[in-house]
């Protein structure tokens, strides 16, 4: 057997490039990475001990021993470790086509091999973030067939590990627990290189590649879910529409698009813009048959995405004739939308009111609860962008009647009561706490007792706490909003 030289190595760069395996510039006191990201940046140089061969590895040993992962994907891609999804797909273009074996990026029909670990991540997936993708999917294809694509498709596998092992690292639920943002960083910069080996494969799949760009950009939001979230979710956009959506798609590619749409929503309300896809280009993928509570929420979905369009789409402080027109066509198909409603999916409230005003809902299903939330939440953004256009309104035509404030404010009050009737009714389970953020954010802006504000914050920040979901920032903006309100 070849002996392997053993020696120390210096190890520079801030503690986040080397998590993230990208290389650090070492500026002081912040590098060019941390300073463009916008976070914090801890510099250290440490020693390591570099086993380096001249032949075979040496056993893997240590919490990793179980990854497996075997040749490296970057080194059979041909090129640098890419530092998002995006970058990967940029680097896929410009990478030599790979002429060996698939190396099982692809699903094929050879069940691979898992380590205690790996198996353990599966299974925490399933258990955990990977219900936060099923909440508006009746076929739960994120935790049930990804899952089976996984255990044929190293690129999958590896994606879902690394989202899974990223949220652990956010969450507080373990008081002793492996070092996960390591693990996740691991995972991660071995999926961006398979991504790329898979893109560039005579036989790739569209589906396979779009169900691992949707779990690694979820892995970049949870990472950093600031002002680079275009960065995040280009990845995910330039694979959807390479191949424009239809109803040709399969139903796990459909479930991915319905995932990216939820995050695309979300961080246009964050920044206050339209989403990425326009919700034009979301029309071959609407369900035709609004009979099930998944296909209502996602119907509502994209009422939501077209309000987002119109409330920050224009920056103009009064209206034209053509605009007012919108506002009353989306008003009344949230009407619509709502009235068609079945019975069951407004759930039962339960006996007895709390002396804030709220009520307990019982709602036993995700779906209902998350087409709820996004329907109160767009009623929300309406009203408060007819009342921001208020003054202006008066101008567009002798038609268009007087609106009374108050009347507005009041009803901004009640779908406020209606967003926290449903975030606070026991039993709302830990999928659909992510999808709660916004519409609790706009309830806190509007919510008529200083005591419902606080119990909004306080539940904010538990969910970042316990399940790692970014909040924080929005519970200082919304207290500072606050702060700046004039006083009675």
Not at 121 to 126: A, I
Not at 145 to 156: K, T
Not at 346 to 357: D, F, K, L, N
């Amino acid at each position: 057997m070849q002996q392997h030289i053993a020696r120390i190595r210096r190890r520079t760069g801030c503690t986040n490039c080397r998590s993230r395996r990208v290389k650090c510039d070492e500026k002081k006191p912040i590098c060019g990475n941390c300073s463009r990201k916008g976070v914090s940046c801890s510099q250290t140089e440490r020693f390591v001990h570099d086993q380096r061969s001249i032949g075979t590895r040496p056993p893997r040993s240590g919490p990793n021993a179980d990854l497996d992962f075997g040749p490296s994907a970057l080194a059979l891609a041909g090129t640098a470790q890419p530092e998002t999804t995006y970058d990967a797909l940029q680097l896929a273009q410009t990478a030599p086509r790979f002429e060996g074996p698939s190396q099982s990026s692809q699903a094929g029909t050879q069940v691979l091999r898992l380590g205690k670990q790996t198996a353990d991540l599966v299974q925490r997936y399933q258990n955990g973030i990977g219900t936060w993708l099923d909440v508006l999917d009746h076929q739960v294809n994120y935790t049930r067939h990804v899952v089976r694509i996984a255990f044929c498709s190293r690129l999958v596998l590896y994606s879902i590990c690394a989202l899974t092992a990223k949220q652990l690292s956010l969450a507080s639920i373990e008081s002793e627990r492996p070092d996960w943002e390591a693990i996740a960083a691991r995972y991660y910069g071995e999926s961006l290189g398979l991504l790329i080996n898979h893109l560039n494969q005579p036989d790739n799949s569209h589906e396979i590649e779009l169900t691992a760009a949707i779990a690694l950009c979820s892995y970049e939001l949870l990472d950093h879910p600031g002002v680079d979230y275009k960065r995040h979710l280009d990845g995910a956009r330039s694979l959807i529409q390479s191949r424009k959506p239809s109803k040709t798609w399969t139903e796990l590619e459909k479930a991915s698009f319905w995932v990216f749409a939820r995050q695309d929503v979300a961080m246009a309300l964050v920044n206050e813009s339209p989403t990425l896809i326009l919700p034009d280009e979301w029309r071959p993928l609407l369900p035709t048959k609004l009979i099930e509570e998944d296909a209502l929420g996602n119907k509502v979905l994209w009422l939501l995405a077209q309000i987002i369009e119109l409330r920050f789409g224009s920056s103009a402080s009064t209206v034209n004739e053509s605009e007012w027109c919108r506002i009353q066509d989306l008003r009344r198909d949230l009407d619509q939308w709502f009235t068609s409603l079945p019975p069951t999916y407004h759930g039962i409230p339960i006996s007895g009111t709390e002396e804030s005003g709220l009520v307990d809902i019982l709602l036993t299903m995700t779906s209902t609860m998350t087409g709820l939330l996004y329907y109160h939440l767009a009623r929300m953004l309406l009203l408060e962008h007819w009342l921001l256009k208020f003054d202006g309104l008066k101008f567009v035509s002798n038609e268009v009647p007087r609106f009374d404030r108050q009347y507005l404010e009041s009803q901004l009050q009640t779908f406020a009561q209606s967003t926290m009737n449903i975030s606070f009714s026991s039993g709302l389970p830990h999928s659909v706490w992510p999808v709660a953020v916004n519409p609790l954010f706009y309830a806190a802006r509007y919510a008529p007792q200083y005591d419902q504000k606080l119990r909004i914050w306080a539940f904010l920040h538990n969910i970042e706490e316990e399940v790692g979901f970014h909040t924080k920032s929005r519970v200082l903006q919304s207290q500072r909003e606050r702060c700046n309100q004039p006083t009675a």
